[in-house]
């Protein structure tokens, strides 16, 4: 279950990168990464506008990881055709044409996917890091959680 659809994303997060037959595509993998992300919490709490920017937000992430990856795809496909690559530079006093390898525009795309890939956890942090949602510890046991919670007892903060 995605935990925002199109109509939220440009209505209330006023995204405009994504398409709208994109959009499914895209929320649910962002919403399958929240509900990683949590522990499962996120499906207990689908209605939080902060999952919901969330939600976007990762959506939007996953549009631009997709995307590098594509990249990269064209930069092997490039590489392994007769042209011998994406054209670096082109002169034109005693022509010149130099192609770049597509092994190294393939590995610069992959390393803007897997930077992007890596930015995930700090976009769920920026929306959820009040919520509660990223608590990775346990409860103490009295119906709340503590940040001073241990395993023996719960002490209340001052």
Same mark, same amino acid.
């Given at each position: 279950m995605a935990y925002a659809?199109?109509?939220?994303?440009?209505?209330?997060? *006023?995204?405009? !990168?994504?398409? %709208?037959?994109?959009?499914?595509?895209? @929320?649910?993998?962002?919403? &399958?990464?929240?509900?990683? $992300?949590t522990q499962g919490r996120a499906a207990r709490n689908d209605g939080?506008?902060?999952?919901?920017?969330?939600?976007?937000?990762?959506a939007e992430q996953y549009q631009a990881i997709d995307a590098a990856q594509a990249l990269a795809q064209?930069? *092997?496909?490039? !590489?392994?055709? %007769?042209?011998?690559?994406?054209?670096? @530079?082109?002169?034109?006093? &005693?022509?010149?044409?130099? $192609?770049?390898?597509?092994?190294?525009?393939a590995q610069q795309a992959l390393s803007s996917a897997q930077a992007a890939q890596a930015s995930l956890g700090a976009i769920a942090q920026q929306y959820l890091g009040a919520t509660g949602l990223l608590y990775r510890g346990r409860g103490c046991g009295y119906g709340h959680v503590s940040p001073y919670?241990?395993?023996l007892q719960c002490v209340v903060g001052d």
């Open positions: 659809d199109y109509r939220y994303y440009i209505t209330t997060y *006023l995204g405009t !990168a994504i398409q %709208e037959a994109d959009f499914p595509r895209l @929320s649910l993998r962002a919403s &399958s990464f929240l509900d990683y $992300y939080l506008d902060a999952l919901k920017m969330a939600c976007c937000a990762i064209k930069a *092997l496909s490039a !590489a392994l055709s %007769e042209k011998g690559g994406e054209l670096q @530079s082109q002169s034109v006093g &005693s022509w010149s044409k130099t $192609y770049r390898s597509g092994g190294d525009s919670c241990d395993a």
